[in-house]
C-alpha cells in the first residue's frame, strides 16, 4: 500500500453512461497525476495538477474527460459520454516536488468497463 | 519522438535463476530514469531511480544500471523468486519546463517453480 488510494476499484458502464472517479494522494504531496493503461501496455499520461492547479494536459484528455483537483487535495477525473475506447485502467499518482529526488506513488488503479 | 522501448516483451525464467530486462530511450532532454514493478491488477511500485550522474542503483536483488551515453538502461534480477513474477516498466522523465513521463511497455516477468 502505497499511501495513494483510489476509488472505485472496478466499474462496469454502459456506452454513453458518464463515470467519475476518485483519488486521494498521500497528504503532503502538493503533485497529481492521473495516466491511463491499457493491457499490455505502460501507463499513458493524461494530466497532472500542482496544488490545485492543473497545469497539463495530454492531448490523450479528449473534451469528455475533465479533471478537478478544487481544493489541492484529493482529485475528481470524470469521463462523460463514455465509449468502448474507454475501457482501461486509470491510475493516480502523487508526488512532492520539495523532496531530493521527487517520486511518484501510484494507486491501485481504478478499472473502467465500457459495454 | 521520445519513445522507451523495452525488451524483452515476455520473460519466463525458473525460481532462483538471474535476468536481465533492458530499456532503450531517444527521450531528450533527460531528467532520471526509474524502473517500476507492476503487480497484475495493481500500480506500478517504485524499485530504481536514477540520475544522469547516476550508473548503477541497487535496491534488494534488484540491480539497475544507466549508460547516458547510448541511452539504455538494465534491471537485472537475482535469484528470482516466485513473487518477481509481474510486469516491469521502465520510466523516462524529461528536464523541461512542465513535466514529461514517458513510459516503456514494460516487460511481463514470468517465474516459475
Known amino acids: 500500500d502505497t499511501g495513494v488510494s483510489q476509488d472505485p476499484r472496478h466499474k462496469i458502464t454502459k456506452r454513453g453512461q458518464n463515470v467519475t472517479f476518485r483519488c486521494d494522494p498521500i497528504?503532503?504531496?502538493?503533485?497529481l497525476y492521473w495516466y491511463r493503461q491499457t493491457l499490455g501496455q505502460g501507463p499513458e499520461f493524461l494530466t497532472y495538477?500542482?496544488?490545485?492547479?492543473?497545469?497539463?494536459k495530454s492531448r490523450l484528455l479528449s473534451d469528455r474527460f475533465s479533471a478537478e483537483r478544487p481544493k489541492g487535495s484529493f482529485s475528481t477525473l470524470e469521463i462523460q459520454r463514455t465509449e468502448q475506447g474507454d475501457s482501461a485502467m486509470y491510475l493516480c499518482?502523487?508526488?512532492?516536488?520539495?523532496?531530493?529526488?521527487?517520486?511518484?506513488?501510484f494507486g491501485p488503479g481504478t478499472r473502467l468497463t465500457v459495454t | 519522438k521520445n519513445q522507451v522501448e523495452q525488451s524483452p516483451q515476455s520473460l519466463i525464467i525458473l525460481e532462483g535463476k538471474n535476468c536481465t530486462l533492458q530499456?532503450?530511450?531517444?527521450?531528450?532532454?533527460?531528467?532520471?530514469l526509474r524502473w517500476y514493478k507492476q503487480d497484475t491488477g495493481r500500480g506500478p511500485v517504485s524499485l530504481t531511480i536514477?540520475?544522469?550522474?547516476?550508473n548503477t542503483k541497487s535496491n534488494g536483488r534488484y540491480t539497475a544500471t544507466l549508460d547516458a551515453d547510448t541511452k539504455q538502461s538494465s534491471l537485472h534480477i537475482t535469484a528470482s523468486q516466485l513473487s518477481d513474477s509481474a510486469s516491469y516498466i521502465c520510466?523516462?522523465?524529461?528536464?523541461?519546463?512542465?513535466?514529461?513521463?514517458?513510459f516503456g511497455a514494460g516487460t511481463r516477468l514470468f517465474v516459475k517453480a
Open positions: 499518482a502523487s508526488s512532492f516536488t520539495g523532496a531530493t529526488r521527487e517520486e511518484q506513488y
Open positions: 497528504s503532503e504531496h502538493n503533485r
Open positions: 495538477f500542482q496544488n490545485e492547479a492543473q497545469l497539463e
Open positions: 530499456c532503450n530511450y531517444t527521450v531528450s532532454p533527460f531528467s532520471n
Open positions: 536514477m540520475t544522469f550522474s547516476e
Open positions: 520510466v523516462v522523465s524529461r528536464d523541461t519546463g512542465g513535466f514529461k513521463t514517458i
